[in-house]
Nanobody
Framework: EVQLVESGGGLVQPGGSLRLSCAASGFAVDDYIIGWFRQTPGKERAGVSCISDKDGITSYIDSVKGRFTISRDNAKNTVSPQMNNLKPEDTAVYYC??????????????????WGQGTQVTVSS
């Protein structure tokens, strides 16, 4: 019933852009905090950005501020990060997640209940 599906990943050169999407089913995205995480081999999943439920407040880690912008389309029930000026260190599998935890702990994967399958983003020449 409840499902999150990421899409939009791929290979891009440094300085390029990608737009990912998280499509939700079984619930409305504006009823949950929607977080984006990324993970590289051998490292734990780390929060990147989120958008809160009703007020739509966005948050970002410092390394992506000014480059990533997260937005929500309630009609399509999707949440998308627009990722610009991509760097090799942005290479990772990106996941979206939904939860109702504290906004103060949005970077913690333990605050989220539902997860997508992930989409690979590779930034390389």
């Amino acid at each position: 019933e409840v499902q999150l599906v990421e899409s939009g990943g791929g290979l891009v050169q440094p300085g390029g852009s990608l737009r990912l999407s998280c499509a939700a089913s079984g619930f409305a995205v504006d009823d949950y905090i929607i977080g984006w995480f990324r993970q590289t081999p051998g490292k734990e999943r780390a929060g990147v950005s989120c958008i809160s439920d009703k007020d739509g407040i966005t948050s970002y880690i410092d390394s992506v501020k000014g480059r990533f912008t997260i937005s929500r389309d309630n009609a399509k029930n999707t949440v998308s990060p627009q990722m610009n000026n991509l760097k090799p260190e942005d290479t990772a599998v990106y996941y979206c997640a939904a939860g109702r935890g504290s906004r103060s702990w949005w970077r913690s994967p333990y605050e989220y209940t539902y997860w997508g399958q992930g989409t690979q983003v590779t930034v390389s020449s």
